[in-house]
C-alpha cells in the first residue's frame, strides 16, 4: 500500500520550492494552492485505488502482541488471501491520523485475547466507509445493538440444520457442516432496537430473531433511498456489519473461513462500486434552501427565482430518490390442469382455471401483469373446416376472486385456430399483450373466464388446459 504521508510530503516540498519558501513555512501558501495540490493528491489516491486490490485496515486491541492474539491471527490471516491488509491497534485509531479513505474495508477483530478500549474508537462511529464489526461489545459501542447474555452457542447447530439447503448454494461446499472446528462460542447482539433497519443473516437459534443476531447488516439506505439510523438515530455513514461467530476465529472450519472471505470480499466490492444513482440526503437540500434564504437580501428579487428552482429541485430529487435503486423482477404463476374446454357455435362464456398469486416479497410493486392461455391439443369435432367466430369481441378475462371486476387479458381475431375436417392438431402458448396490472396487483387468487367464445360450428374442443399470469414486479 503507497506511504500516503510520503507522498504528501514530496508534493509538498516540491510546492515549496515552486513557491520559493524553503523554510519549511507554510503560511505563504494561498487557500487555492492548498486545496489544488489536496484535489491532485485525492485524484491520484482514487487512480491508484482503482489499479489495485482491496485494501483492508484490521483493527486490532494489542498489535504489538498480534502474534499471540490467536483470533486476530486467523482474521488477518483470511483477509489476505482477499486483498493488502493493514494492521492497526485502537492507538493507531485514537491519533486521529489515519487517512482512511485508502481503504476498501475497515475489519474491528476479536476482543477475546485482549479488550477494546471503546473511546478509542469513536472515529469508527462516523467513517464513511464499510466496517465489519466481530465482536459485541465494540458493536454496541458503535451504535449498532444492545446488551445481549451471552452463552453456550447453537451456530454450529444451527448451520448444520440449514446447510443443505443454504450453505451449499450459496458456497458450493459439500463438506463442513459446522463453523467452527470445536465448541466455541460466537458473540450476539441485539439488534431489536426501532431505529434500526437491521437484516438478519444468521441468529443463534431459529426463533430468537434479531434480539440474538450472529450476523446482521445495517444498510446505509433502504431500497427507495431513504438514509437509514444508528441506534442512537443519527444518520448511519456506510454499511456496518456485525459478525458475533469470527470473535473465535481460531476456532473456525474451511466452512467457517469460506464464510469469512466471502463477507469481506462482498463489502470491499460494495465498498469500490462506482455509483450511477441520484441522491441528495434531506439534510443537504435543507442547507442549501437555508443558504438561499441567506441570500436574498444580498441578491433581491432574483434569489426568489433561485428558491424557487432548488424547491423544484427538491421535487426532482425527491421523486429519483423514491424511484432509484429499484429493481425488477419476473415471476410466472400457472393454475391448475383443466382437463377441456369446449367452445360451440353459440355465444357462451366458459370458466377457465385460476391462478393463485402467492410469495411476491413485501413491499413489492406490481408493474405490469400479461395474462397466459396454454393448452396440449386442439380439436375440429365438425365434419368441415372450423374456427373462432370473433364477429363479437371474444377475450380472455380476469378479475380478483372476491373484488374487482373482468378485465381483458388476451384478445382473439376472427377466424383464429382455422381448423380441417375433424382435425386434431398439437398446442400452442398464447401469451396477452394487455397490461391487467390494474386488476392483477397483489397477491391474490384470480379467475378467467373466456367471454363470448364462439366456433363457426359445433365444436372446437381445448385439451388440458391451463392459464397463467407473468408478473413484473419492482422491489
Given at each position: 500500500m503507497p506511504n500516503w504521508k510520503q507522498i504528501l510530503k514530496g508534493y509538498v516540498d516540491s510546492l515549496e520550492t515552486a513557491l520559493g519558501n524553503l523554510t519549511g513555512d507554510m503560511?505563504?501558501?494561498?487557500?487555492?494552492?492548498?486545496?489544488?495540490?489536496?484535489?491532485?493528491?485525492?485524484?491520484?489516491?482514487?487512480?491508484?485505488?482503482?489499479?489495485?486490490?482491496?485494501?483492508?485496515?484490521?483493527?486490532v486491541p494489542d498489535l504489538a502482541n498480534l502474534a499471540s492474539d490467536l483470533p486476530n491471527t486467523a482474521i488477518k490471516a483470511e483477509l489476505e488471501k482477499i486483498g493488502s491488509v493493514t494492521a492497526l491497534d485502537e492507538a493507531g485509531v485514537d491519533d486521529g491520523q489515519e487517512d482512511w479513505g485508502v481503504y476498501d474495508l475497515i475489519v474491528i477483530g476479536s476482543n477475546t485475547y485482549a479488550a477494546f478500549t471503546d473511546a478509542n474508537l469513536d472515529d469508527m462511529i462516523t467513517v464513511k466507509i464499510p466496517v465489519m464489526v466481530c465482536n459485541r461489545d465494540v458493536a454496541m459501542h458503535l451504535k449498532m445493538g444492545g446488551t445481549q447474555t451471552q452463552s453456550t452457542s447453537d451456530v454450529n447447530e444451527y448451520?448444520?440444520?440449514?446447510?443443505?439447503?443454504?450453505?451449499?448454494?450459496?458456497?458450493?461446499?459439500?463438506?463442513?457442516?459446522?463453523?467452527?472446528?470445536?465448541?466455541?462460542?460466537?458473540?450476539?447482539?441485539?439488534?431489536?432496537?426501532?431505529?434500526?433497519?437491521?437484516?438478519?443473516?444468521?441468529?443463534?437459534?431459529?426463533?430468537?430473531?434479531?434480539?440474538?443476531?450472529?450476523?446482521?447488516?445495517?444498510?446505509?439506505?433502504?431500497?427507495?433511498?431513504?438514509?437509514?439510523?444508528?441506534?442512537?438515530?443519527?444518520?448511519?455513514?456506510?454499511?456496518?456489519?456485525?459478525?458475533?461467530?469470527?470473535?473465535?476465529?481460531?476456532?473456525?472450519?474451511?466452512?467457517?473461513?469460506?464464510?469469512?472471505?466471502?463477507?469481506?470480499?462482498?463489502?470491499?466490492?460494495?465498498?469500490?462500486?462506482p455509483s450511477i444513482s441520484l441522491k441528495a440526503a434531506a439534510s443537504q437540500v435543507a442547507a442549501i434552501l437555508v443558504d438561499t434564504a441567506d441570500m436574498q437580501p444580498k441578491l433581491g428579487t432574483p434569489a426568489a427565482d433561485i428558491s424557487a428552482d432548488i424547491l423544484a429541485i427538491k421535487g426532482v430529487v425527491d421523486a429519483i430518490q423514491t424511484n432509484q435503486g429499484r429493481m425488477l423482477f419476473s415471476m410466472d404463476f400457472w393454475s391448475d390442469l383443466q382437463e377441456e374446454v369446449v367452445v360451440t357455435g353459440a355465444q357462451t362464456t366458459p370458466t377457465l382455471p385460476s391462478v393463485v398469486i402467492a410469495d411476491l416479497p413485501a413491499g413489492a410493486t406490481i408493474v405490469?401483469?400479461?395474462?397466459?392461455?396454454?393448452?396440449?391439443?386442439?380439436?375440429?369435432?365438425?365434419?368441415?373446416?372450423?374456427?373462432l367466430d370473433a364477429a363479437a369481441a371474444l377475450p380472455i378475462q380476469v378479475k380478483e376472486t372476491s373484488a374487482g371486476s373482468f378485465t381483458t387479458a388476451i384478445d382473439f381475431v376472427d377466424d383464429a385456430f382455422t381448423l380441417a375436417d375433424t382435425a386434431r392438431e398439437g398446442g400452442d402458448v398464447i401469451i396477452g399483450d394487455n397490461d391487467i396490472a390494474g386488476e392483477v396487483d397483489a397477491n391474490d387468487t384470480y379467475d378467467f373466464q373466456w367471454l363470448n367464445a364462439k366456433a363457426d360450428q359445433n365444436n372446437i374442443l381445448f385439451n388440458d388446459v391451463q392459464v397463467g399470469l407473468r408478473i413484473l414486479y419492482s422491489v
Open positions: 503560511s505563504d501558501v494561498t487557500q487555492s494552492e492548498a486545496a489544488s495540490l489536496a484535489a491532485f493528491v485525492l485524484n491520484y489516491r482514487a487512480s491508484s485505488r482503482i489499479h489495485n486490490q482491496a485494501r483492508i485496515c484490521l483493527i448451520c448444520e440444520t440449514i446447510h443443505n439447503r443454504v450453505m451449499y448454494l450459496v458456497f458450493g461446499s459439500v463438506g463442513d457442516k459446522a463453523i467452527f472446528s470445536e465448541a466455541a462460542q460466537s458473540d450476539r447482539l441485539d439488534m431489536s432496537d426501532a431505529q434500526l433497519t437491521e437484516q438478519i443473516l444468521m441468529v443463534d437459534t431459529t426463533a430468537d430473531g434479531n434480539t440474538k443476531a450472529v450476523i446482521g447488516w445495517l444498510p446505509i439506505e433502504s431500497p427507495v433511498g431513504v438514509l437509514n439510523e444508528l441506534s442512537d438515530g443519527s444518520e448511519i455513514p456506510a454499511g456496518r456489519l456485525f459478525t458475533g461467530c469470527f470473535v473465535n476465529a481460531d476456532k473456525l472450519t474451511a466452512l467457517g473461513q469460506l464464510l469469512l472471505r466471502r463477507i469481506a470480499r462482498n463489502l470491499t466490492e460494495a465498498s469500490i462500486t405490469r401483469a400479461i395474462g397466459i392461455f396454454k393448452f396440449r391439443m386442439v380439436e375440429n369435432t365438425f365434419a368441415g373446416v372450423n374456427k
